[in-house]
């Protein structure tokens, strides 16, 4: 049976007019209902049209006895009022059968743009000029929409995993600044510590050397204070002592005596103390002038050394303040013979 309807139409589509090859007009062909599968259902008015076109293509397959996805079917739809139901009158043939003619069509350089359903005989009053059994718009609908949905669902797949991704790594690189900019802190924090106390603990020491190199300079200076005083406390009684001056290293006594030589022998004996830069020196010898109530002459002398630097950043300051402690005036001092001046009668 379903070879006779294609070579009918094979027949057809040969006897067509001035056709090139290549131009591909399009055609329509109507097929005799007696080779389509025809039938009726009822559904109710509610139903969604999707569900309406599942059903009916369910229908179809189990009337042909093939697949859902084997057979190409178009539908013709009818409102029934008093029983609220719509009815569907359906027409079918296999999805081979439709390919094989679409392929007979393109052979002969034609393109096919409808296959539609006609009553030769005149059985029915049905309009079939709406039939087309060329994949259905509502099947193209539905296949549209299943690859919207699908679309749509790897879309927001895809937006989810890419929204967590980076929030996920907005959320890494927030916790990774946050942590680095922590240990920068307590780095930082860690730094200033440290300085901190290196800057006291060098404060410290420096304060500590200070105070020892203090220490030391003032335990020197007592020392020459201490050995110069003990020659002057033992010198000659024939030498009388007027001031002894220290500024700075520079040491300077002056007073007066009877002979050159005793002057002379305390000048050798303050030279043998290691306490001298300079060693003293005669500066100045000079004989006074006679007085009445003296019978034996006096002479004026002065002793000029230099001591050794103690502390060569801080003499002056230091050795001033030496000074001070062991003489009764800054700068200078006086030191009285336990001997008195011999005054004869005359």
């Not at 603990?201 to 003032?218: A, E, F, G, M, N």
Request: aromatic fraction near 6%; charge should be neutral; hydrophobic fraction near 45%.
């Amino acid at each position: 049976m379903w070879g006779q309807g294609l070579n009918k139409c094979r027949q057809y589509v040969a006897n067509l007019l001035g056709l090139r090859r290549g131009a591909r007009p399009s055609v329509a062909i109507d097929i005799d209902r007696v080779w389509v599968t025809c039938f009726e259902m009822r559904l109710t008015h509610t139903l969604h049209a999707d569900d309406v076109w599942f059903q009916l293509q369910a229908e179809a397959a189990a009337q042909l006895g093939l697949m859902a996805e084997a057979v190409a079917f178009d539908f013709t739809s009818e409102e029934d009022r008093a029983n609220a139901q719509v009815l569907h009158r359906v027409f079918a043939l296999p999805h081979a059968l439709l390919a094989r003619m679409q392929a007979a069509v393109m052979g002969a350089g034609l393109h096919l743009s409808r296959l539609g359903v006609c009553d030769t005989q005149g059985i029915t009053a049905q309009d079939l000029s709406a039939i087309n059994l060329l994949p259905h718009r509502q099947m193209r609908l539905q296949q549209h929409k299943r690859q919207f949905a699908w679309g749509c669902a790897m879309a927001l797949l895809c937006g989810m995993l890419l929204t967590s991704a980076a929030q996920a790594a907005w959320a890494l690189w927030l916790t990774q600044t946050t942590a680095d900019e922590a240990t920068r802190q307590h780095a930082q924090q860690t730094l200033t510590d440290t300085k901190a106390h290196h800057d006291a603990v060098q404060s410290s020491l420096q304060q500590h050397t200070q105070w020892q190199s203090q220490h030391q300079t003032r335990k020197r200076q007592q020392e020459q204070i201490a050995q110069w005083q003990a020659v002057l406390q033992t010198h000659s009684a024939a030498v009388w002592f007027e001031q002894l001056a220290q500024e700075g290293s520079a040491w300077r006594l002056s007073g007066q005596a009877l002979a050159k030589a005793d002057v002379q022998q305390l000048q050798s004996q303050l030279a043998r103390l290691p306490i001298w830069q300079t060693p003293p020196t005669l500066k100045h010898w000079a004989a006074l002038p006679p007085h009445s109530q003296i019978r034996l002459p006096l002479w004026q002398f002065e002793l000029a050394a230099v001591l050794q630097d103690t502390q060569r950043d801080r003499a002056h300051d230091n050795t001033a303040n030496d000074t001070a402690h062991a003489v009764p005036e800054p700068n200078a001092a006086a030191i009285k013979s336990a001997v008195p001046v011999v005054r004869p009668v005359p």
